[in-house]
């Protein structure tokens, strides 16, 4: 009963362990557009032995953002990990709580005020190389 109220998106695993991974390496921008068009803004499919979820513009991104429905813990495959250093303490992969103050702190760091004050330090840094030139 718990598959009828939260069925899969639509889409496709490909081929025995390669899934779709070779259509997704040789085009990965084509590869969205085509499933895009054929399934809509999510859809399912196979990639690095992962099975993967793709959720496509803003009409769906509320969805991505409510903890209620996403898991992002475990999400990378191991390859893509290492690209954040094999860490996976890091925001994109928290859930809950954890989640929630990591994000707000980063968040912060980019205010409006928070860049205003970068500026400063910016401008002399450019002006010192700037002058070495």
Do not use: C
């Amino acid at each position: 009963m718990a598959a009828a109220a939260n069925p899969l998106p639509p889409g496709s695993a490909g081929l025995p362990l390669l899934g779709e991974t070779l259509a997704f390496a040789n085009n990965p921008y084509g590869f969205v557009s085509e499933r895009r068009a054929r399934h809509g803004d999510v859809f399912r499919t196979h990639i690095l032995g992962s099975s993967t979820v793709f959720i496509i513009g803003p009409k769906h991104t509320a969805t991505w953002l409510d903890p209620t429905k996403i898991q992002r813990a475990g999400a990378l495959p191991a390859n893509v990990l290492a690209l954040f250093g094999g860490n996976a303490d890091i925001v994109p992969l928290l859930d809950g709580e954890v989640h929630a103050q990591r994000k707000k702190s980063l968040l912060a760091a980019f205010s409006r005020e928070a860049i205003a004050a970068y500026l400063p330090g910016l401008q002399s840094r450019m002006e010192a190389q700037l002058a070495k030139w």
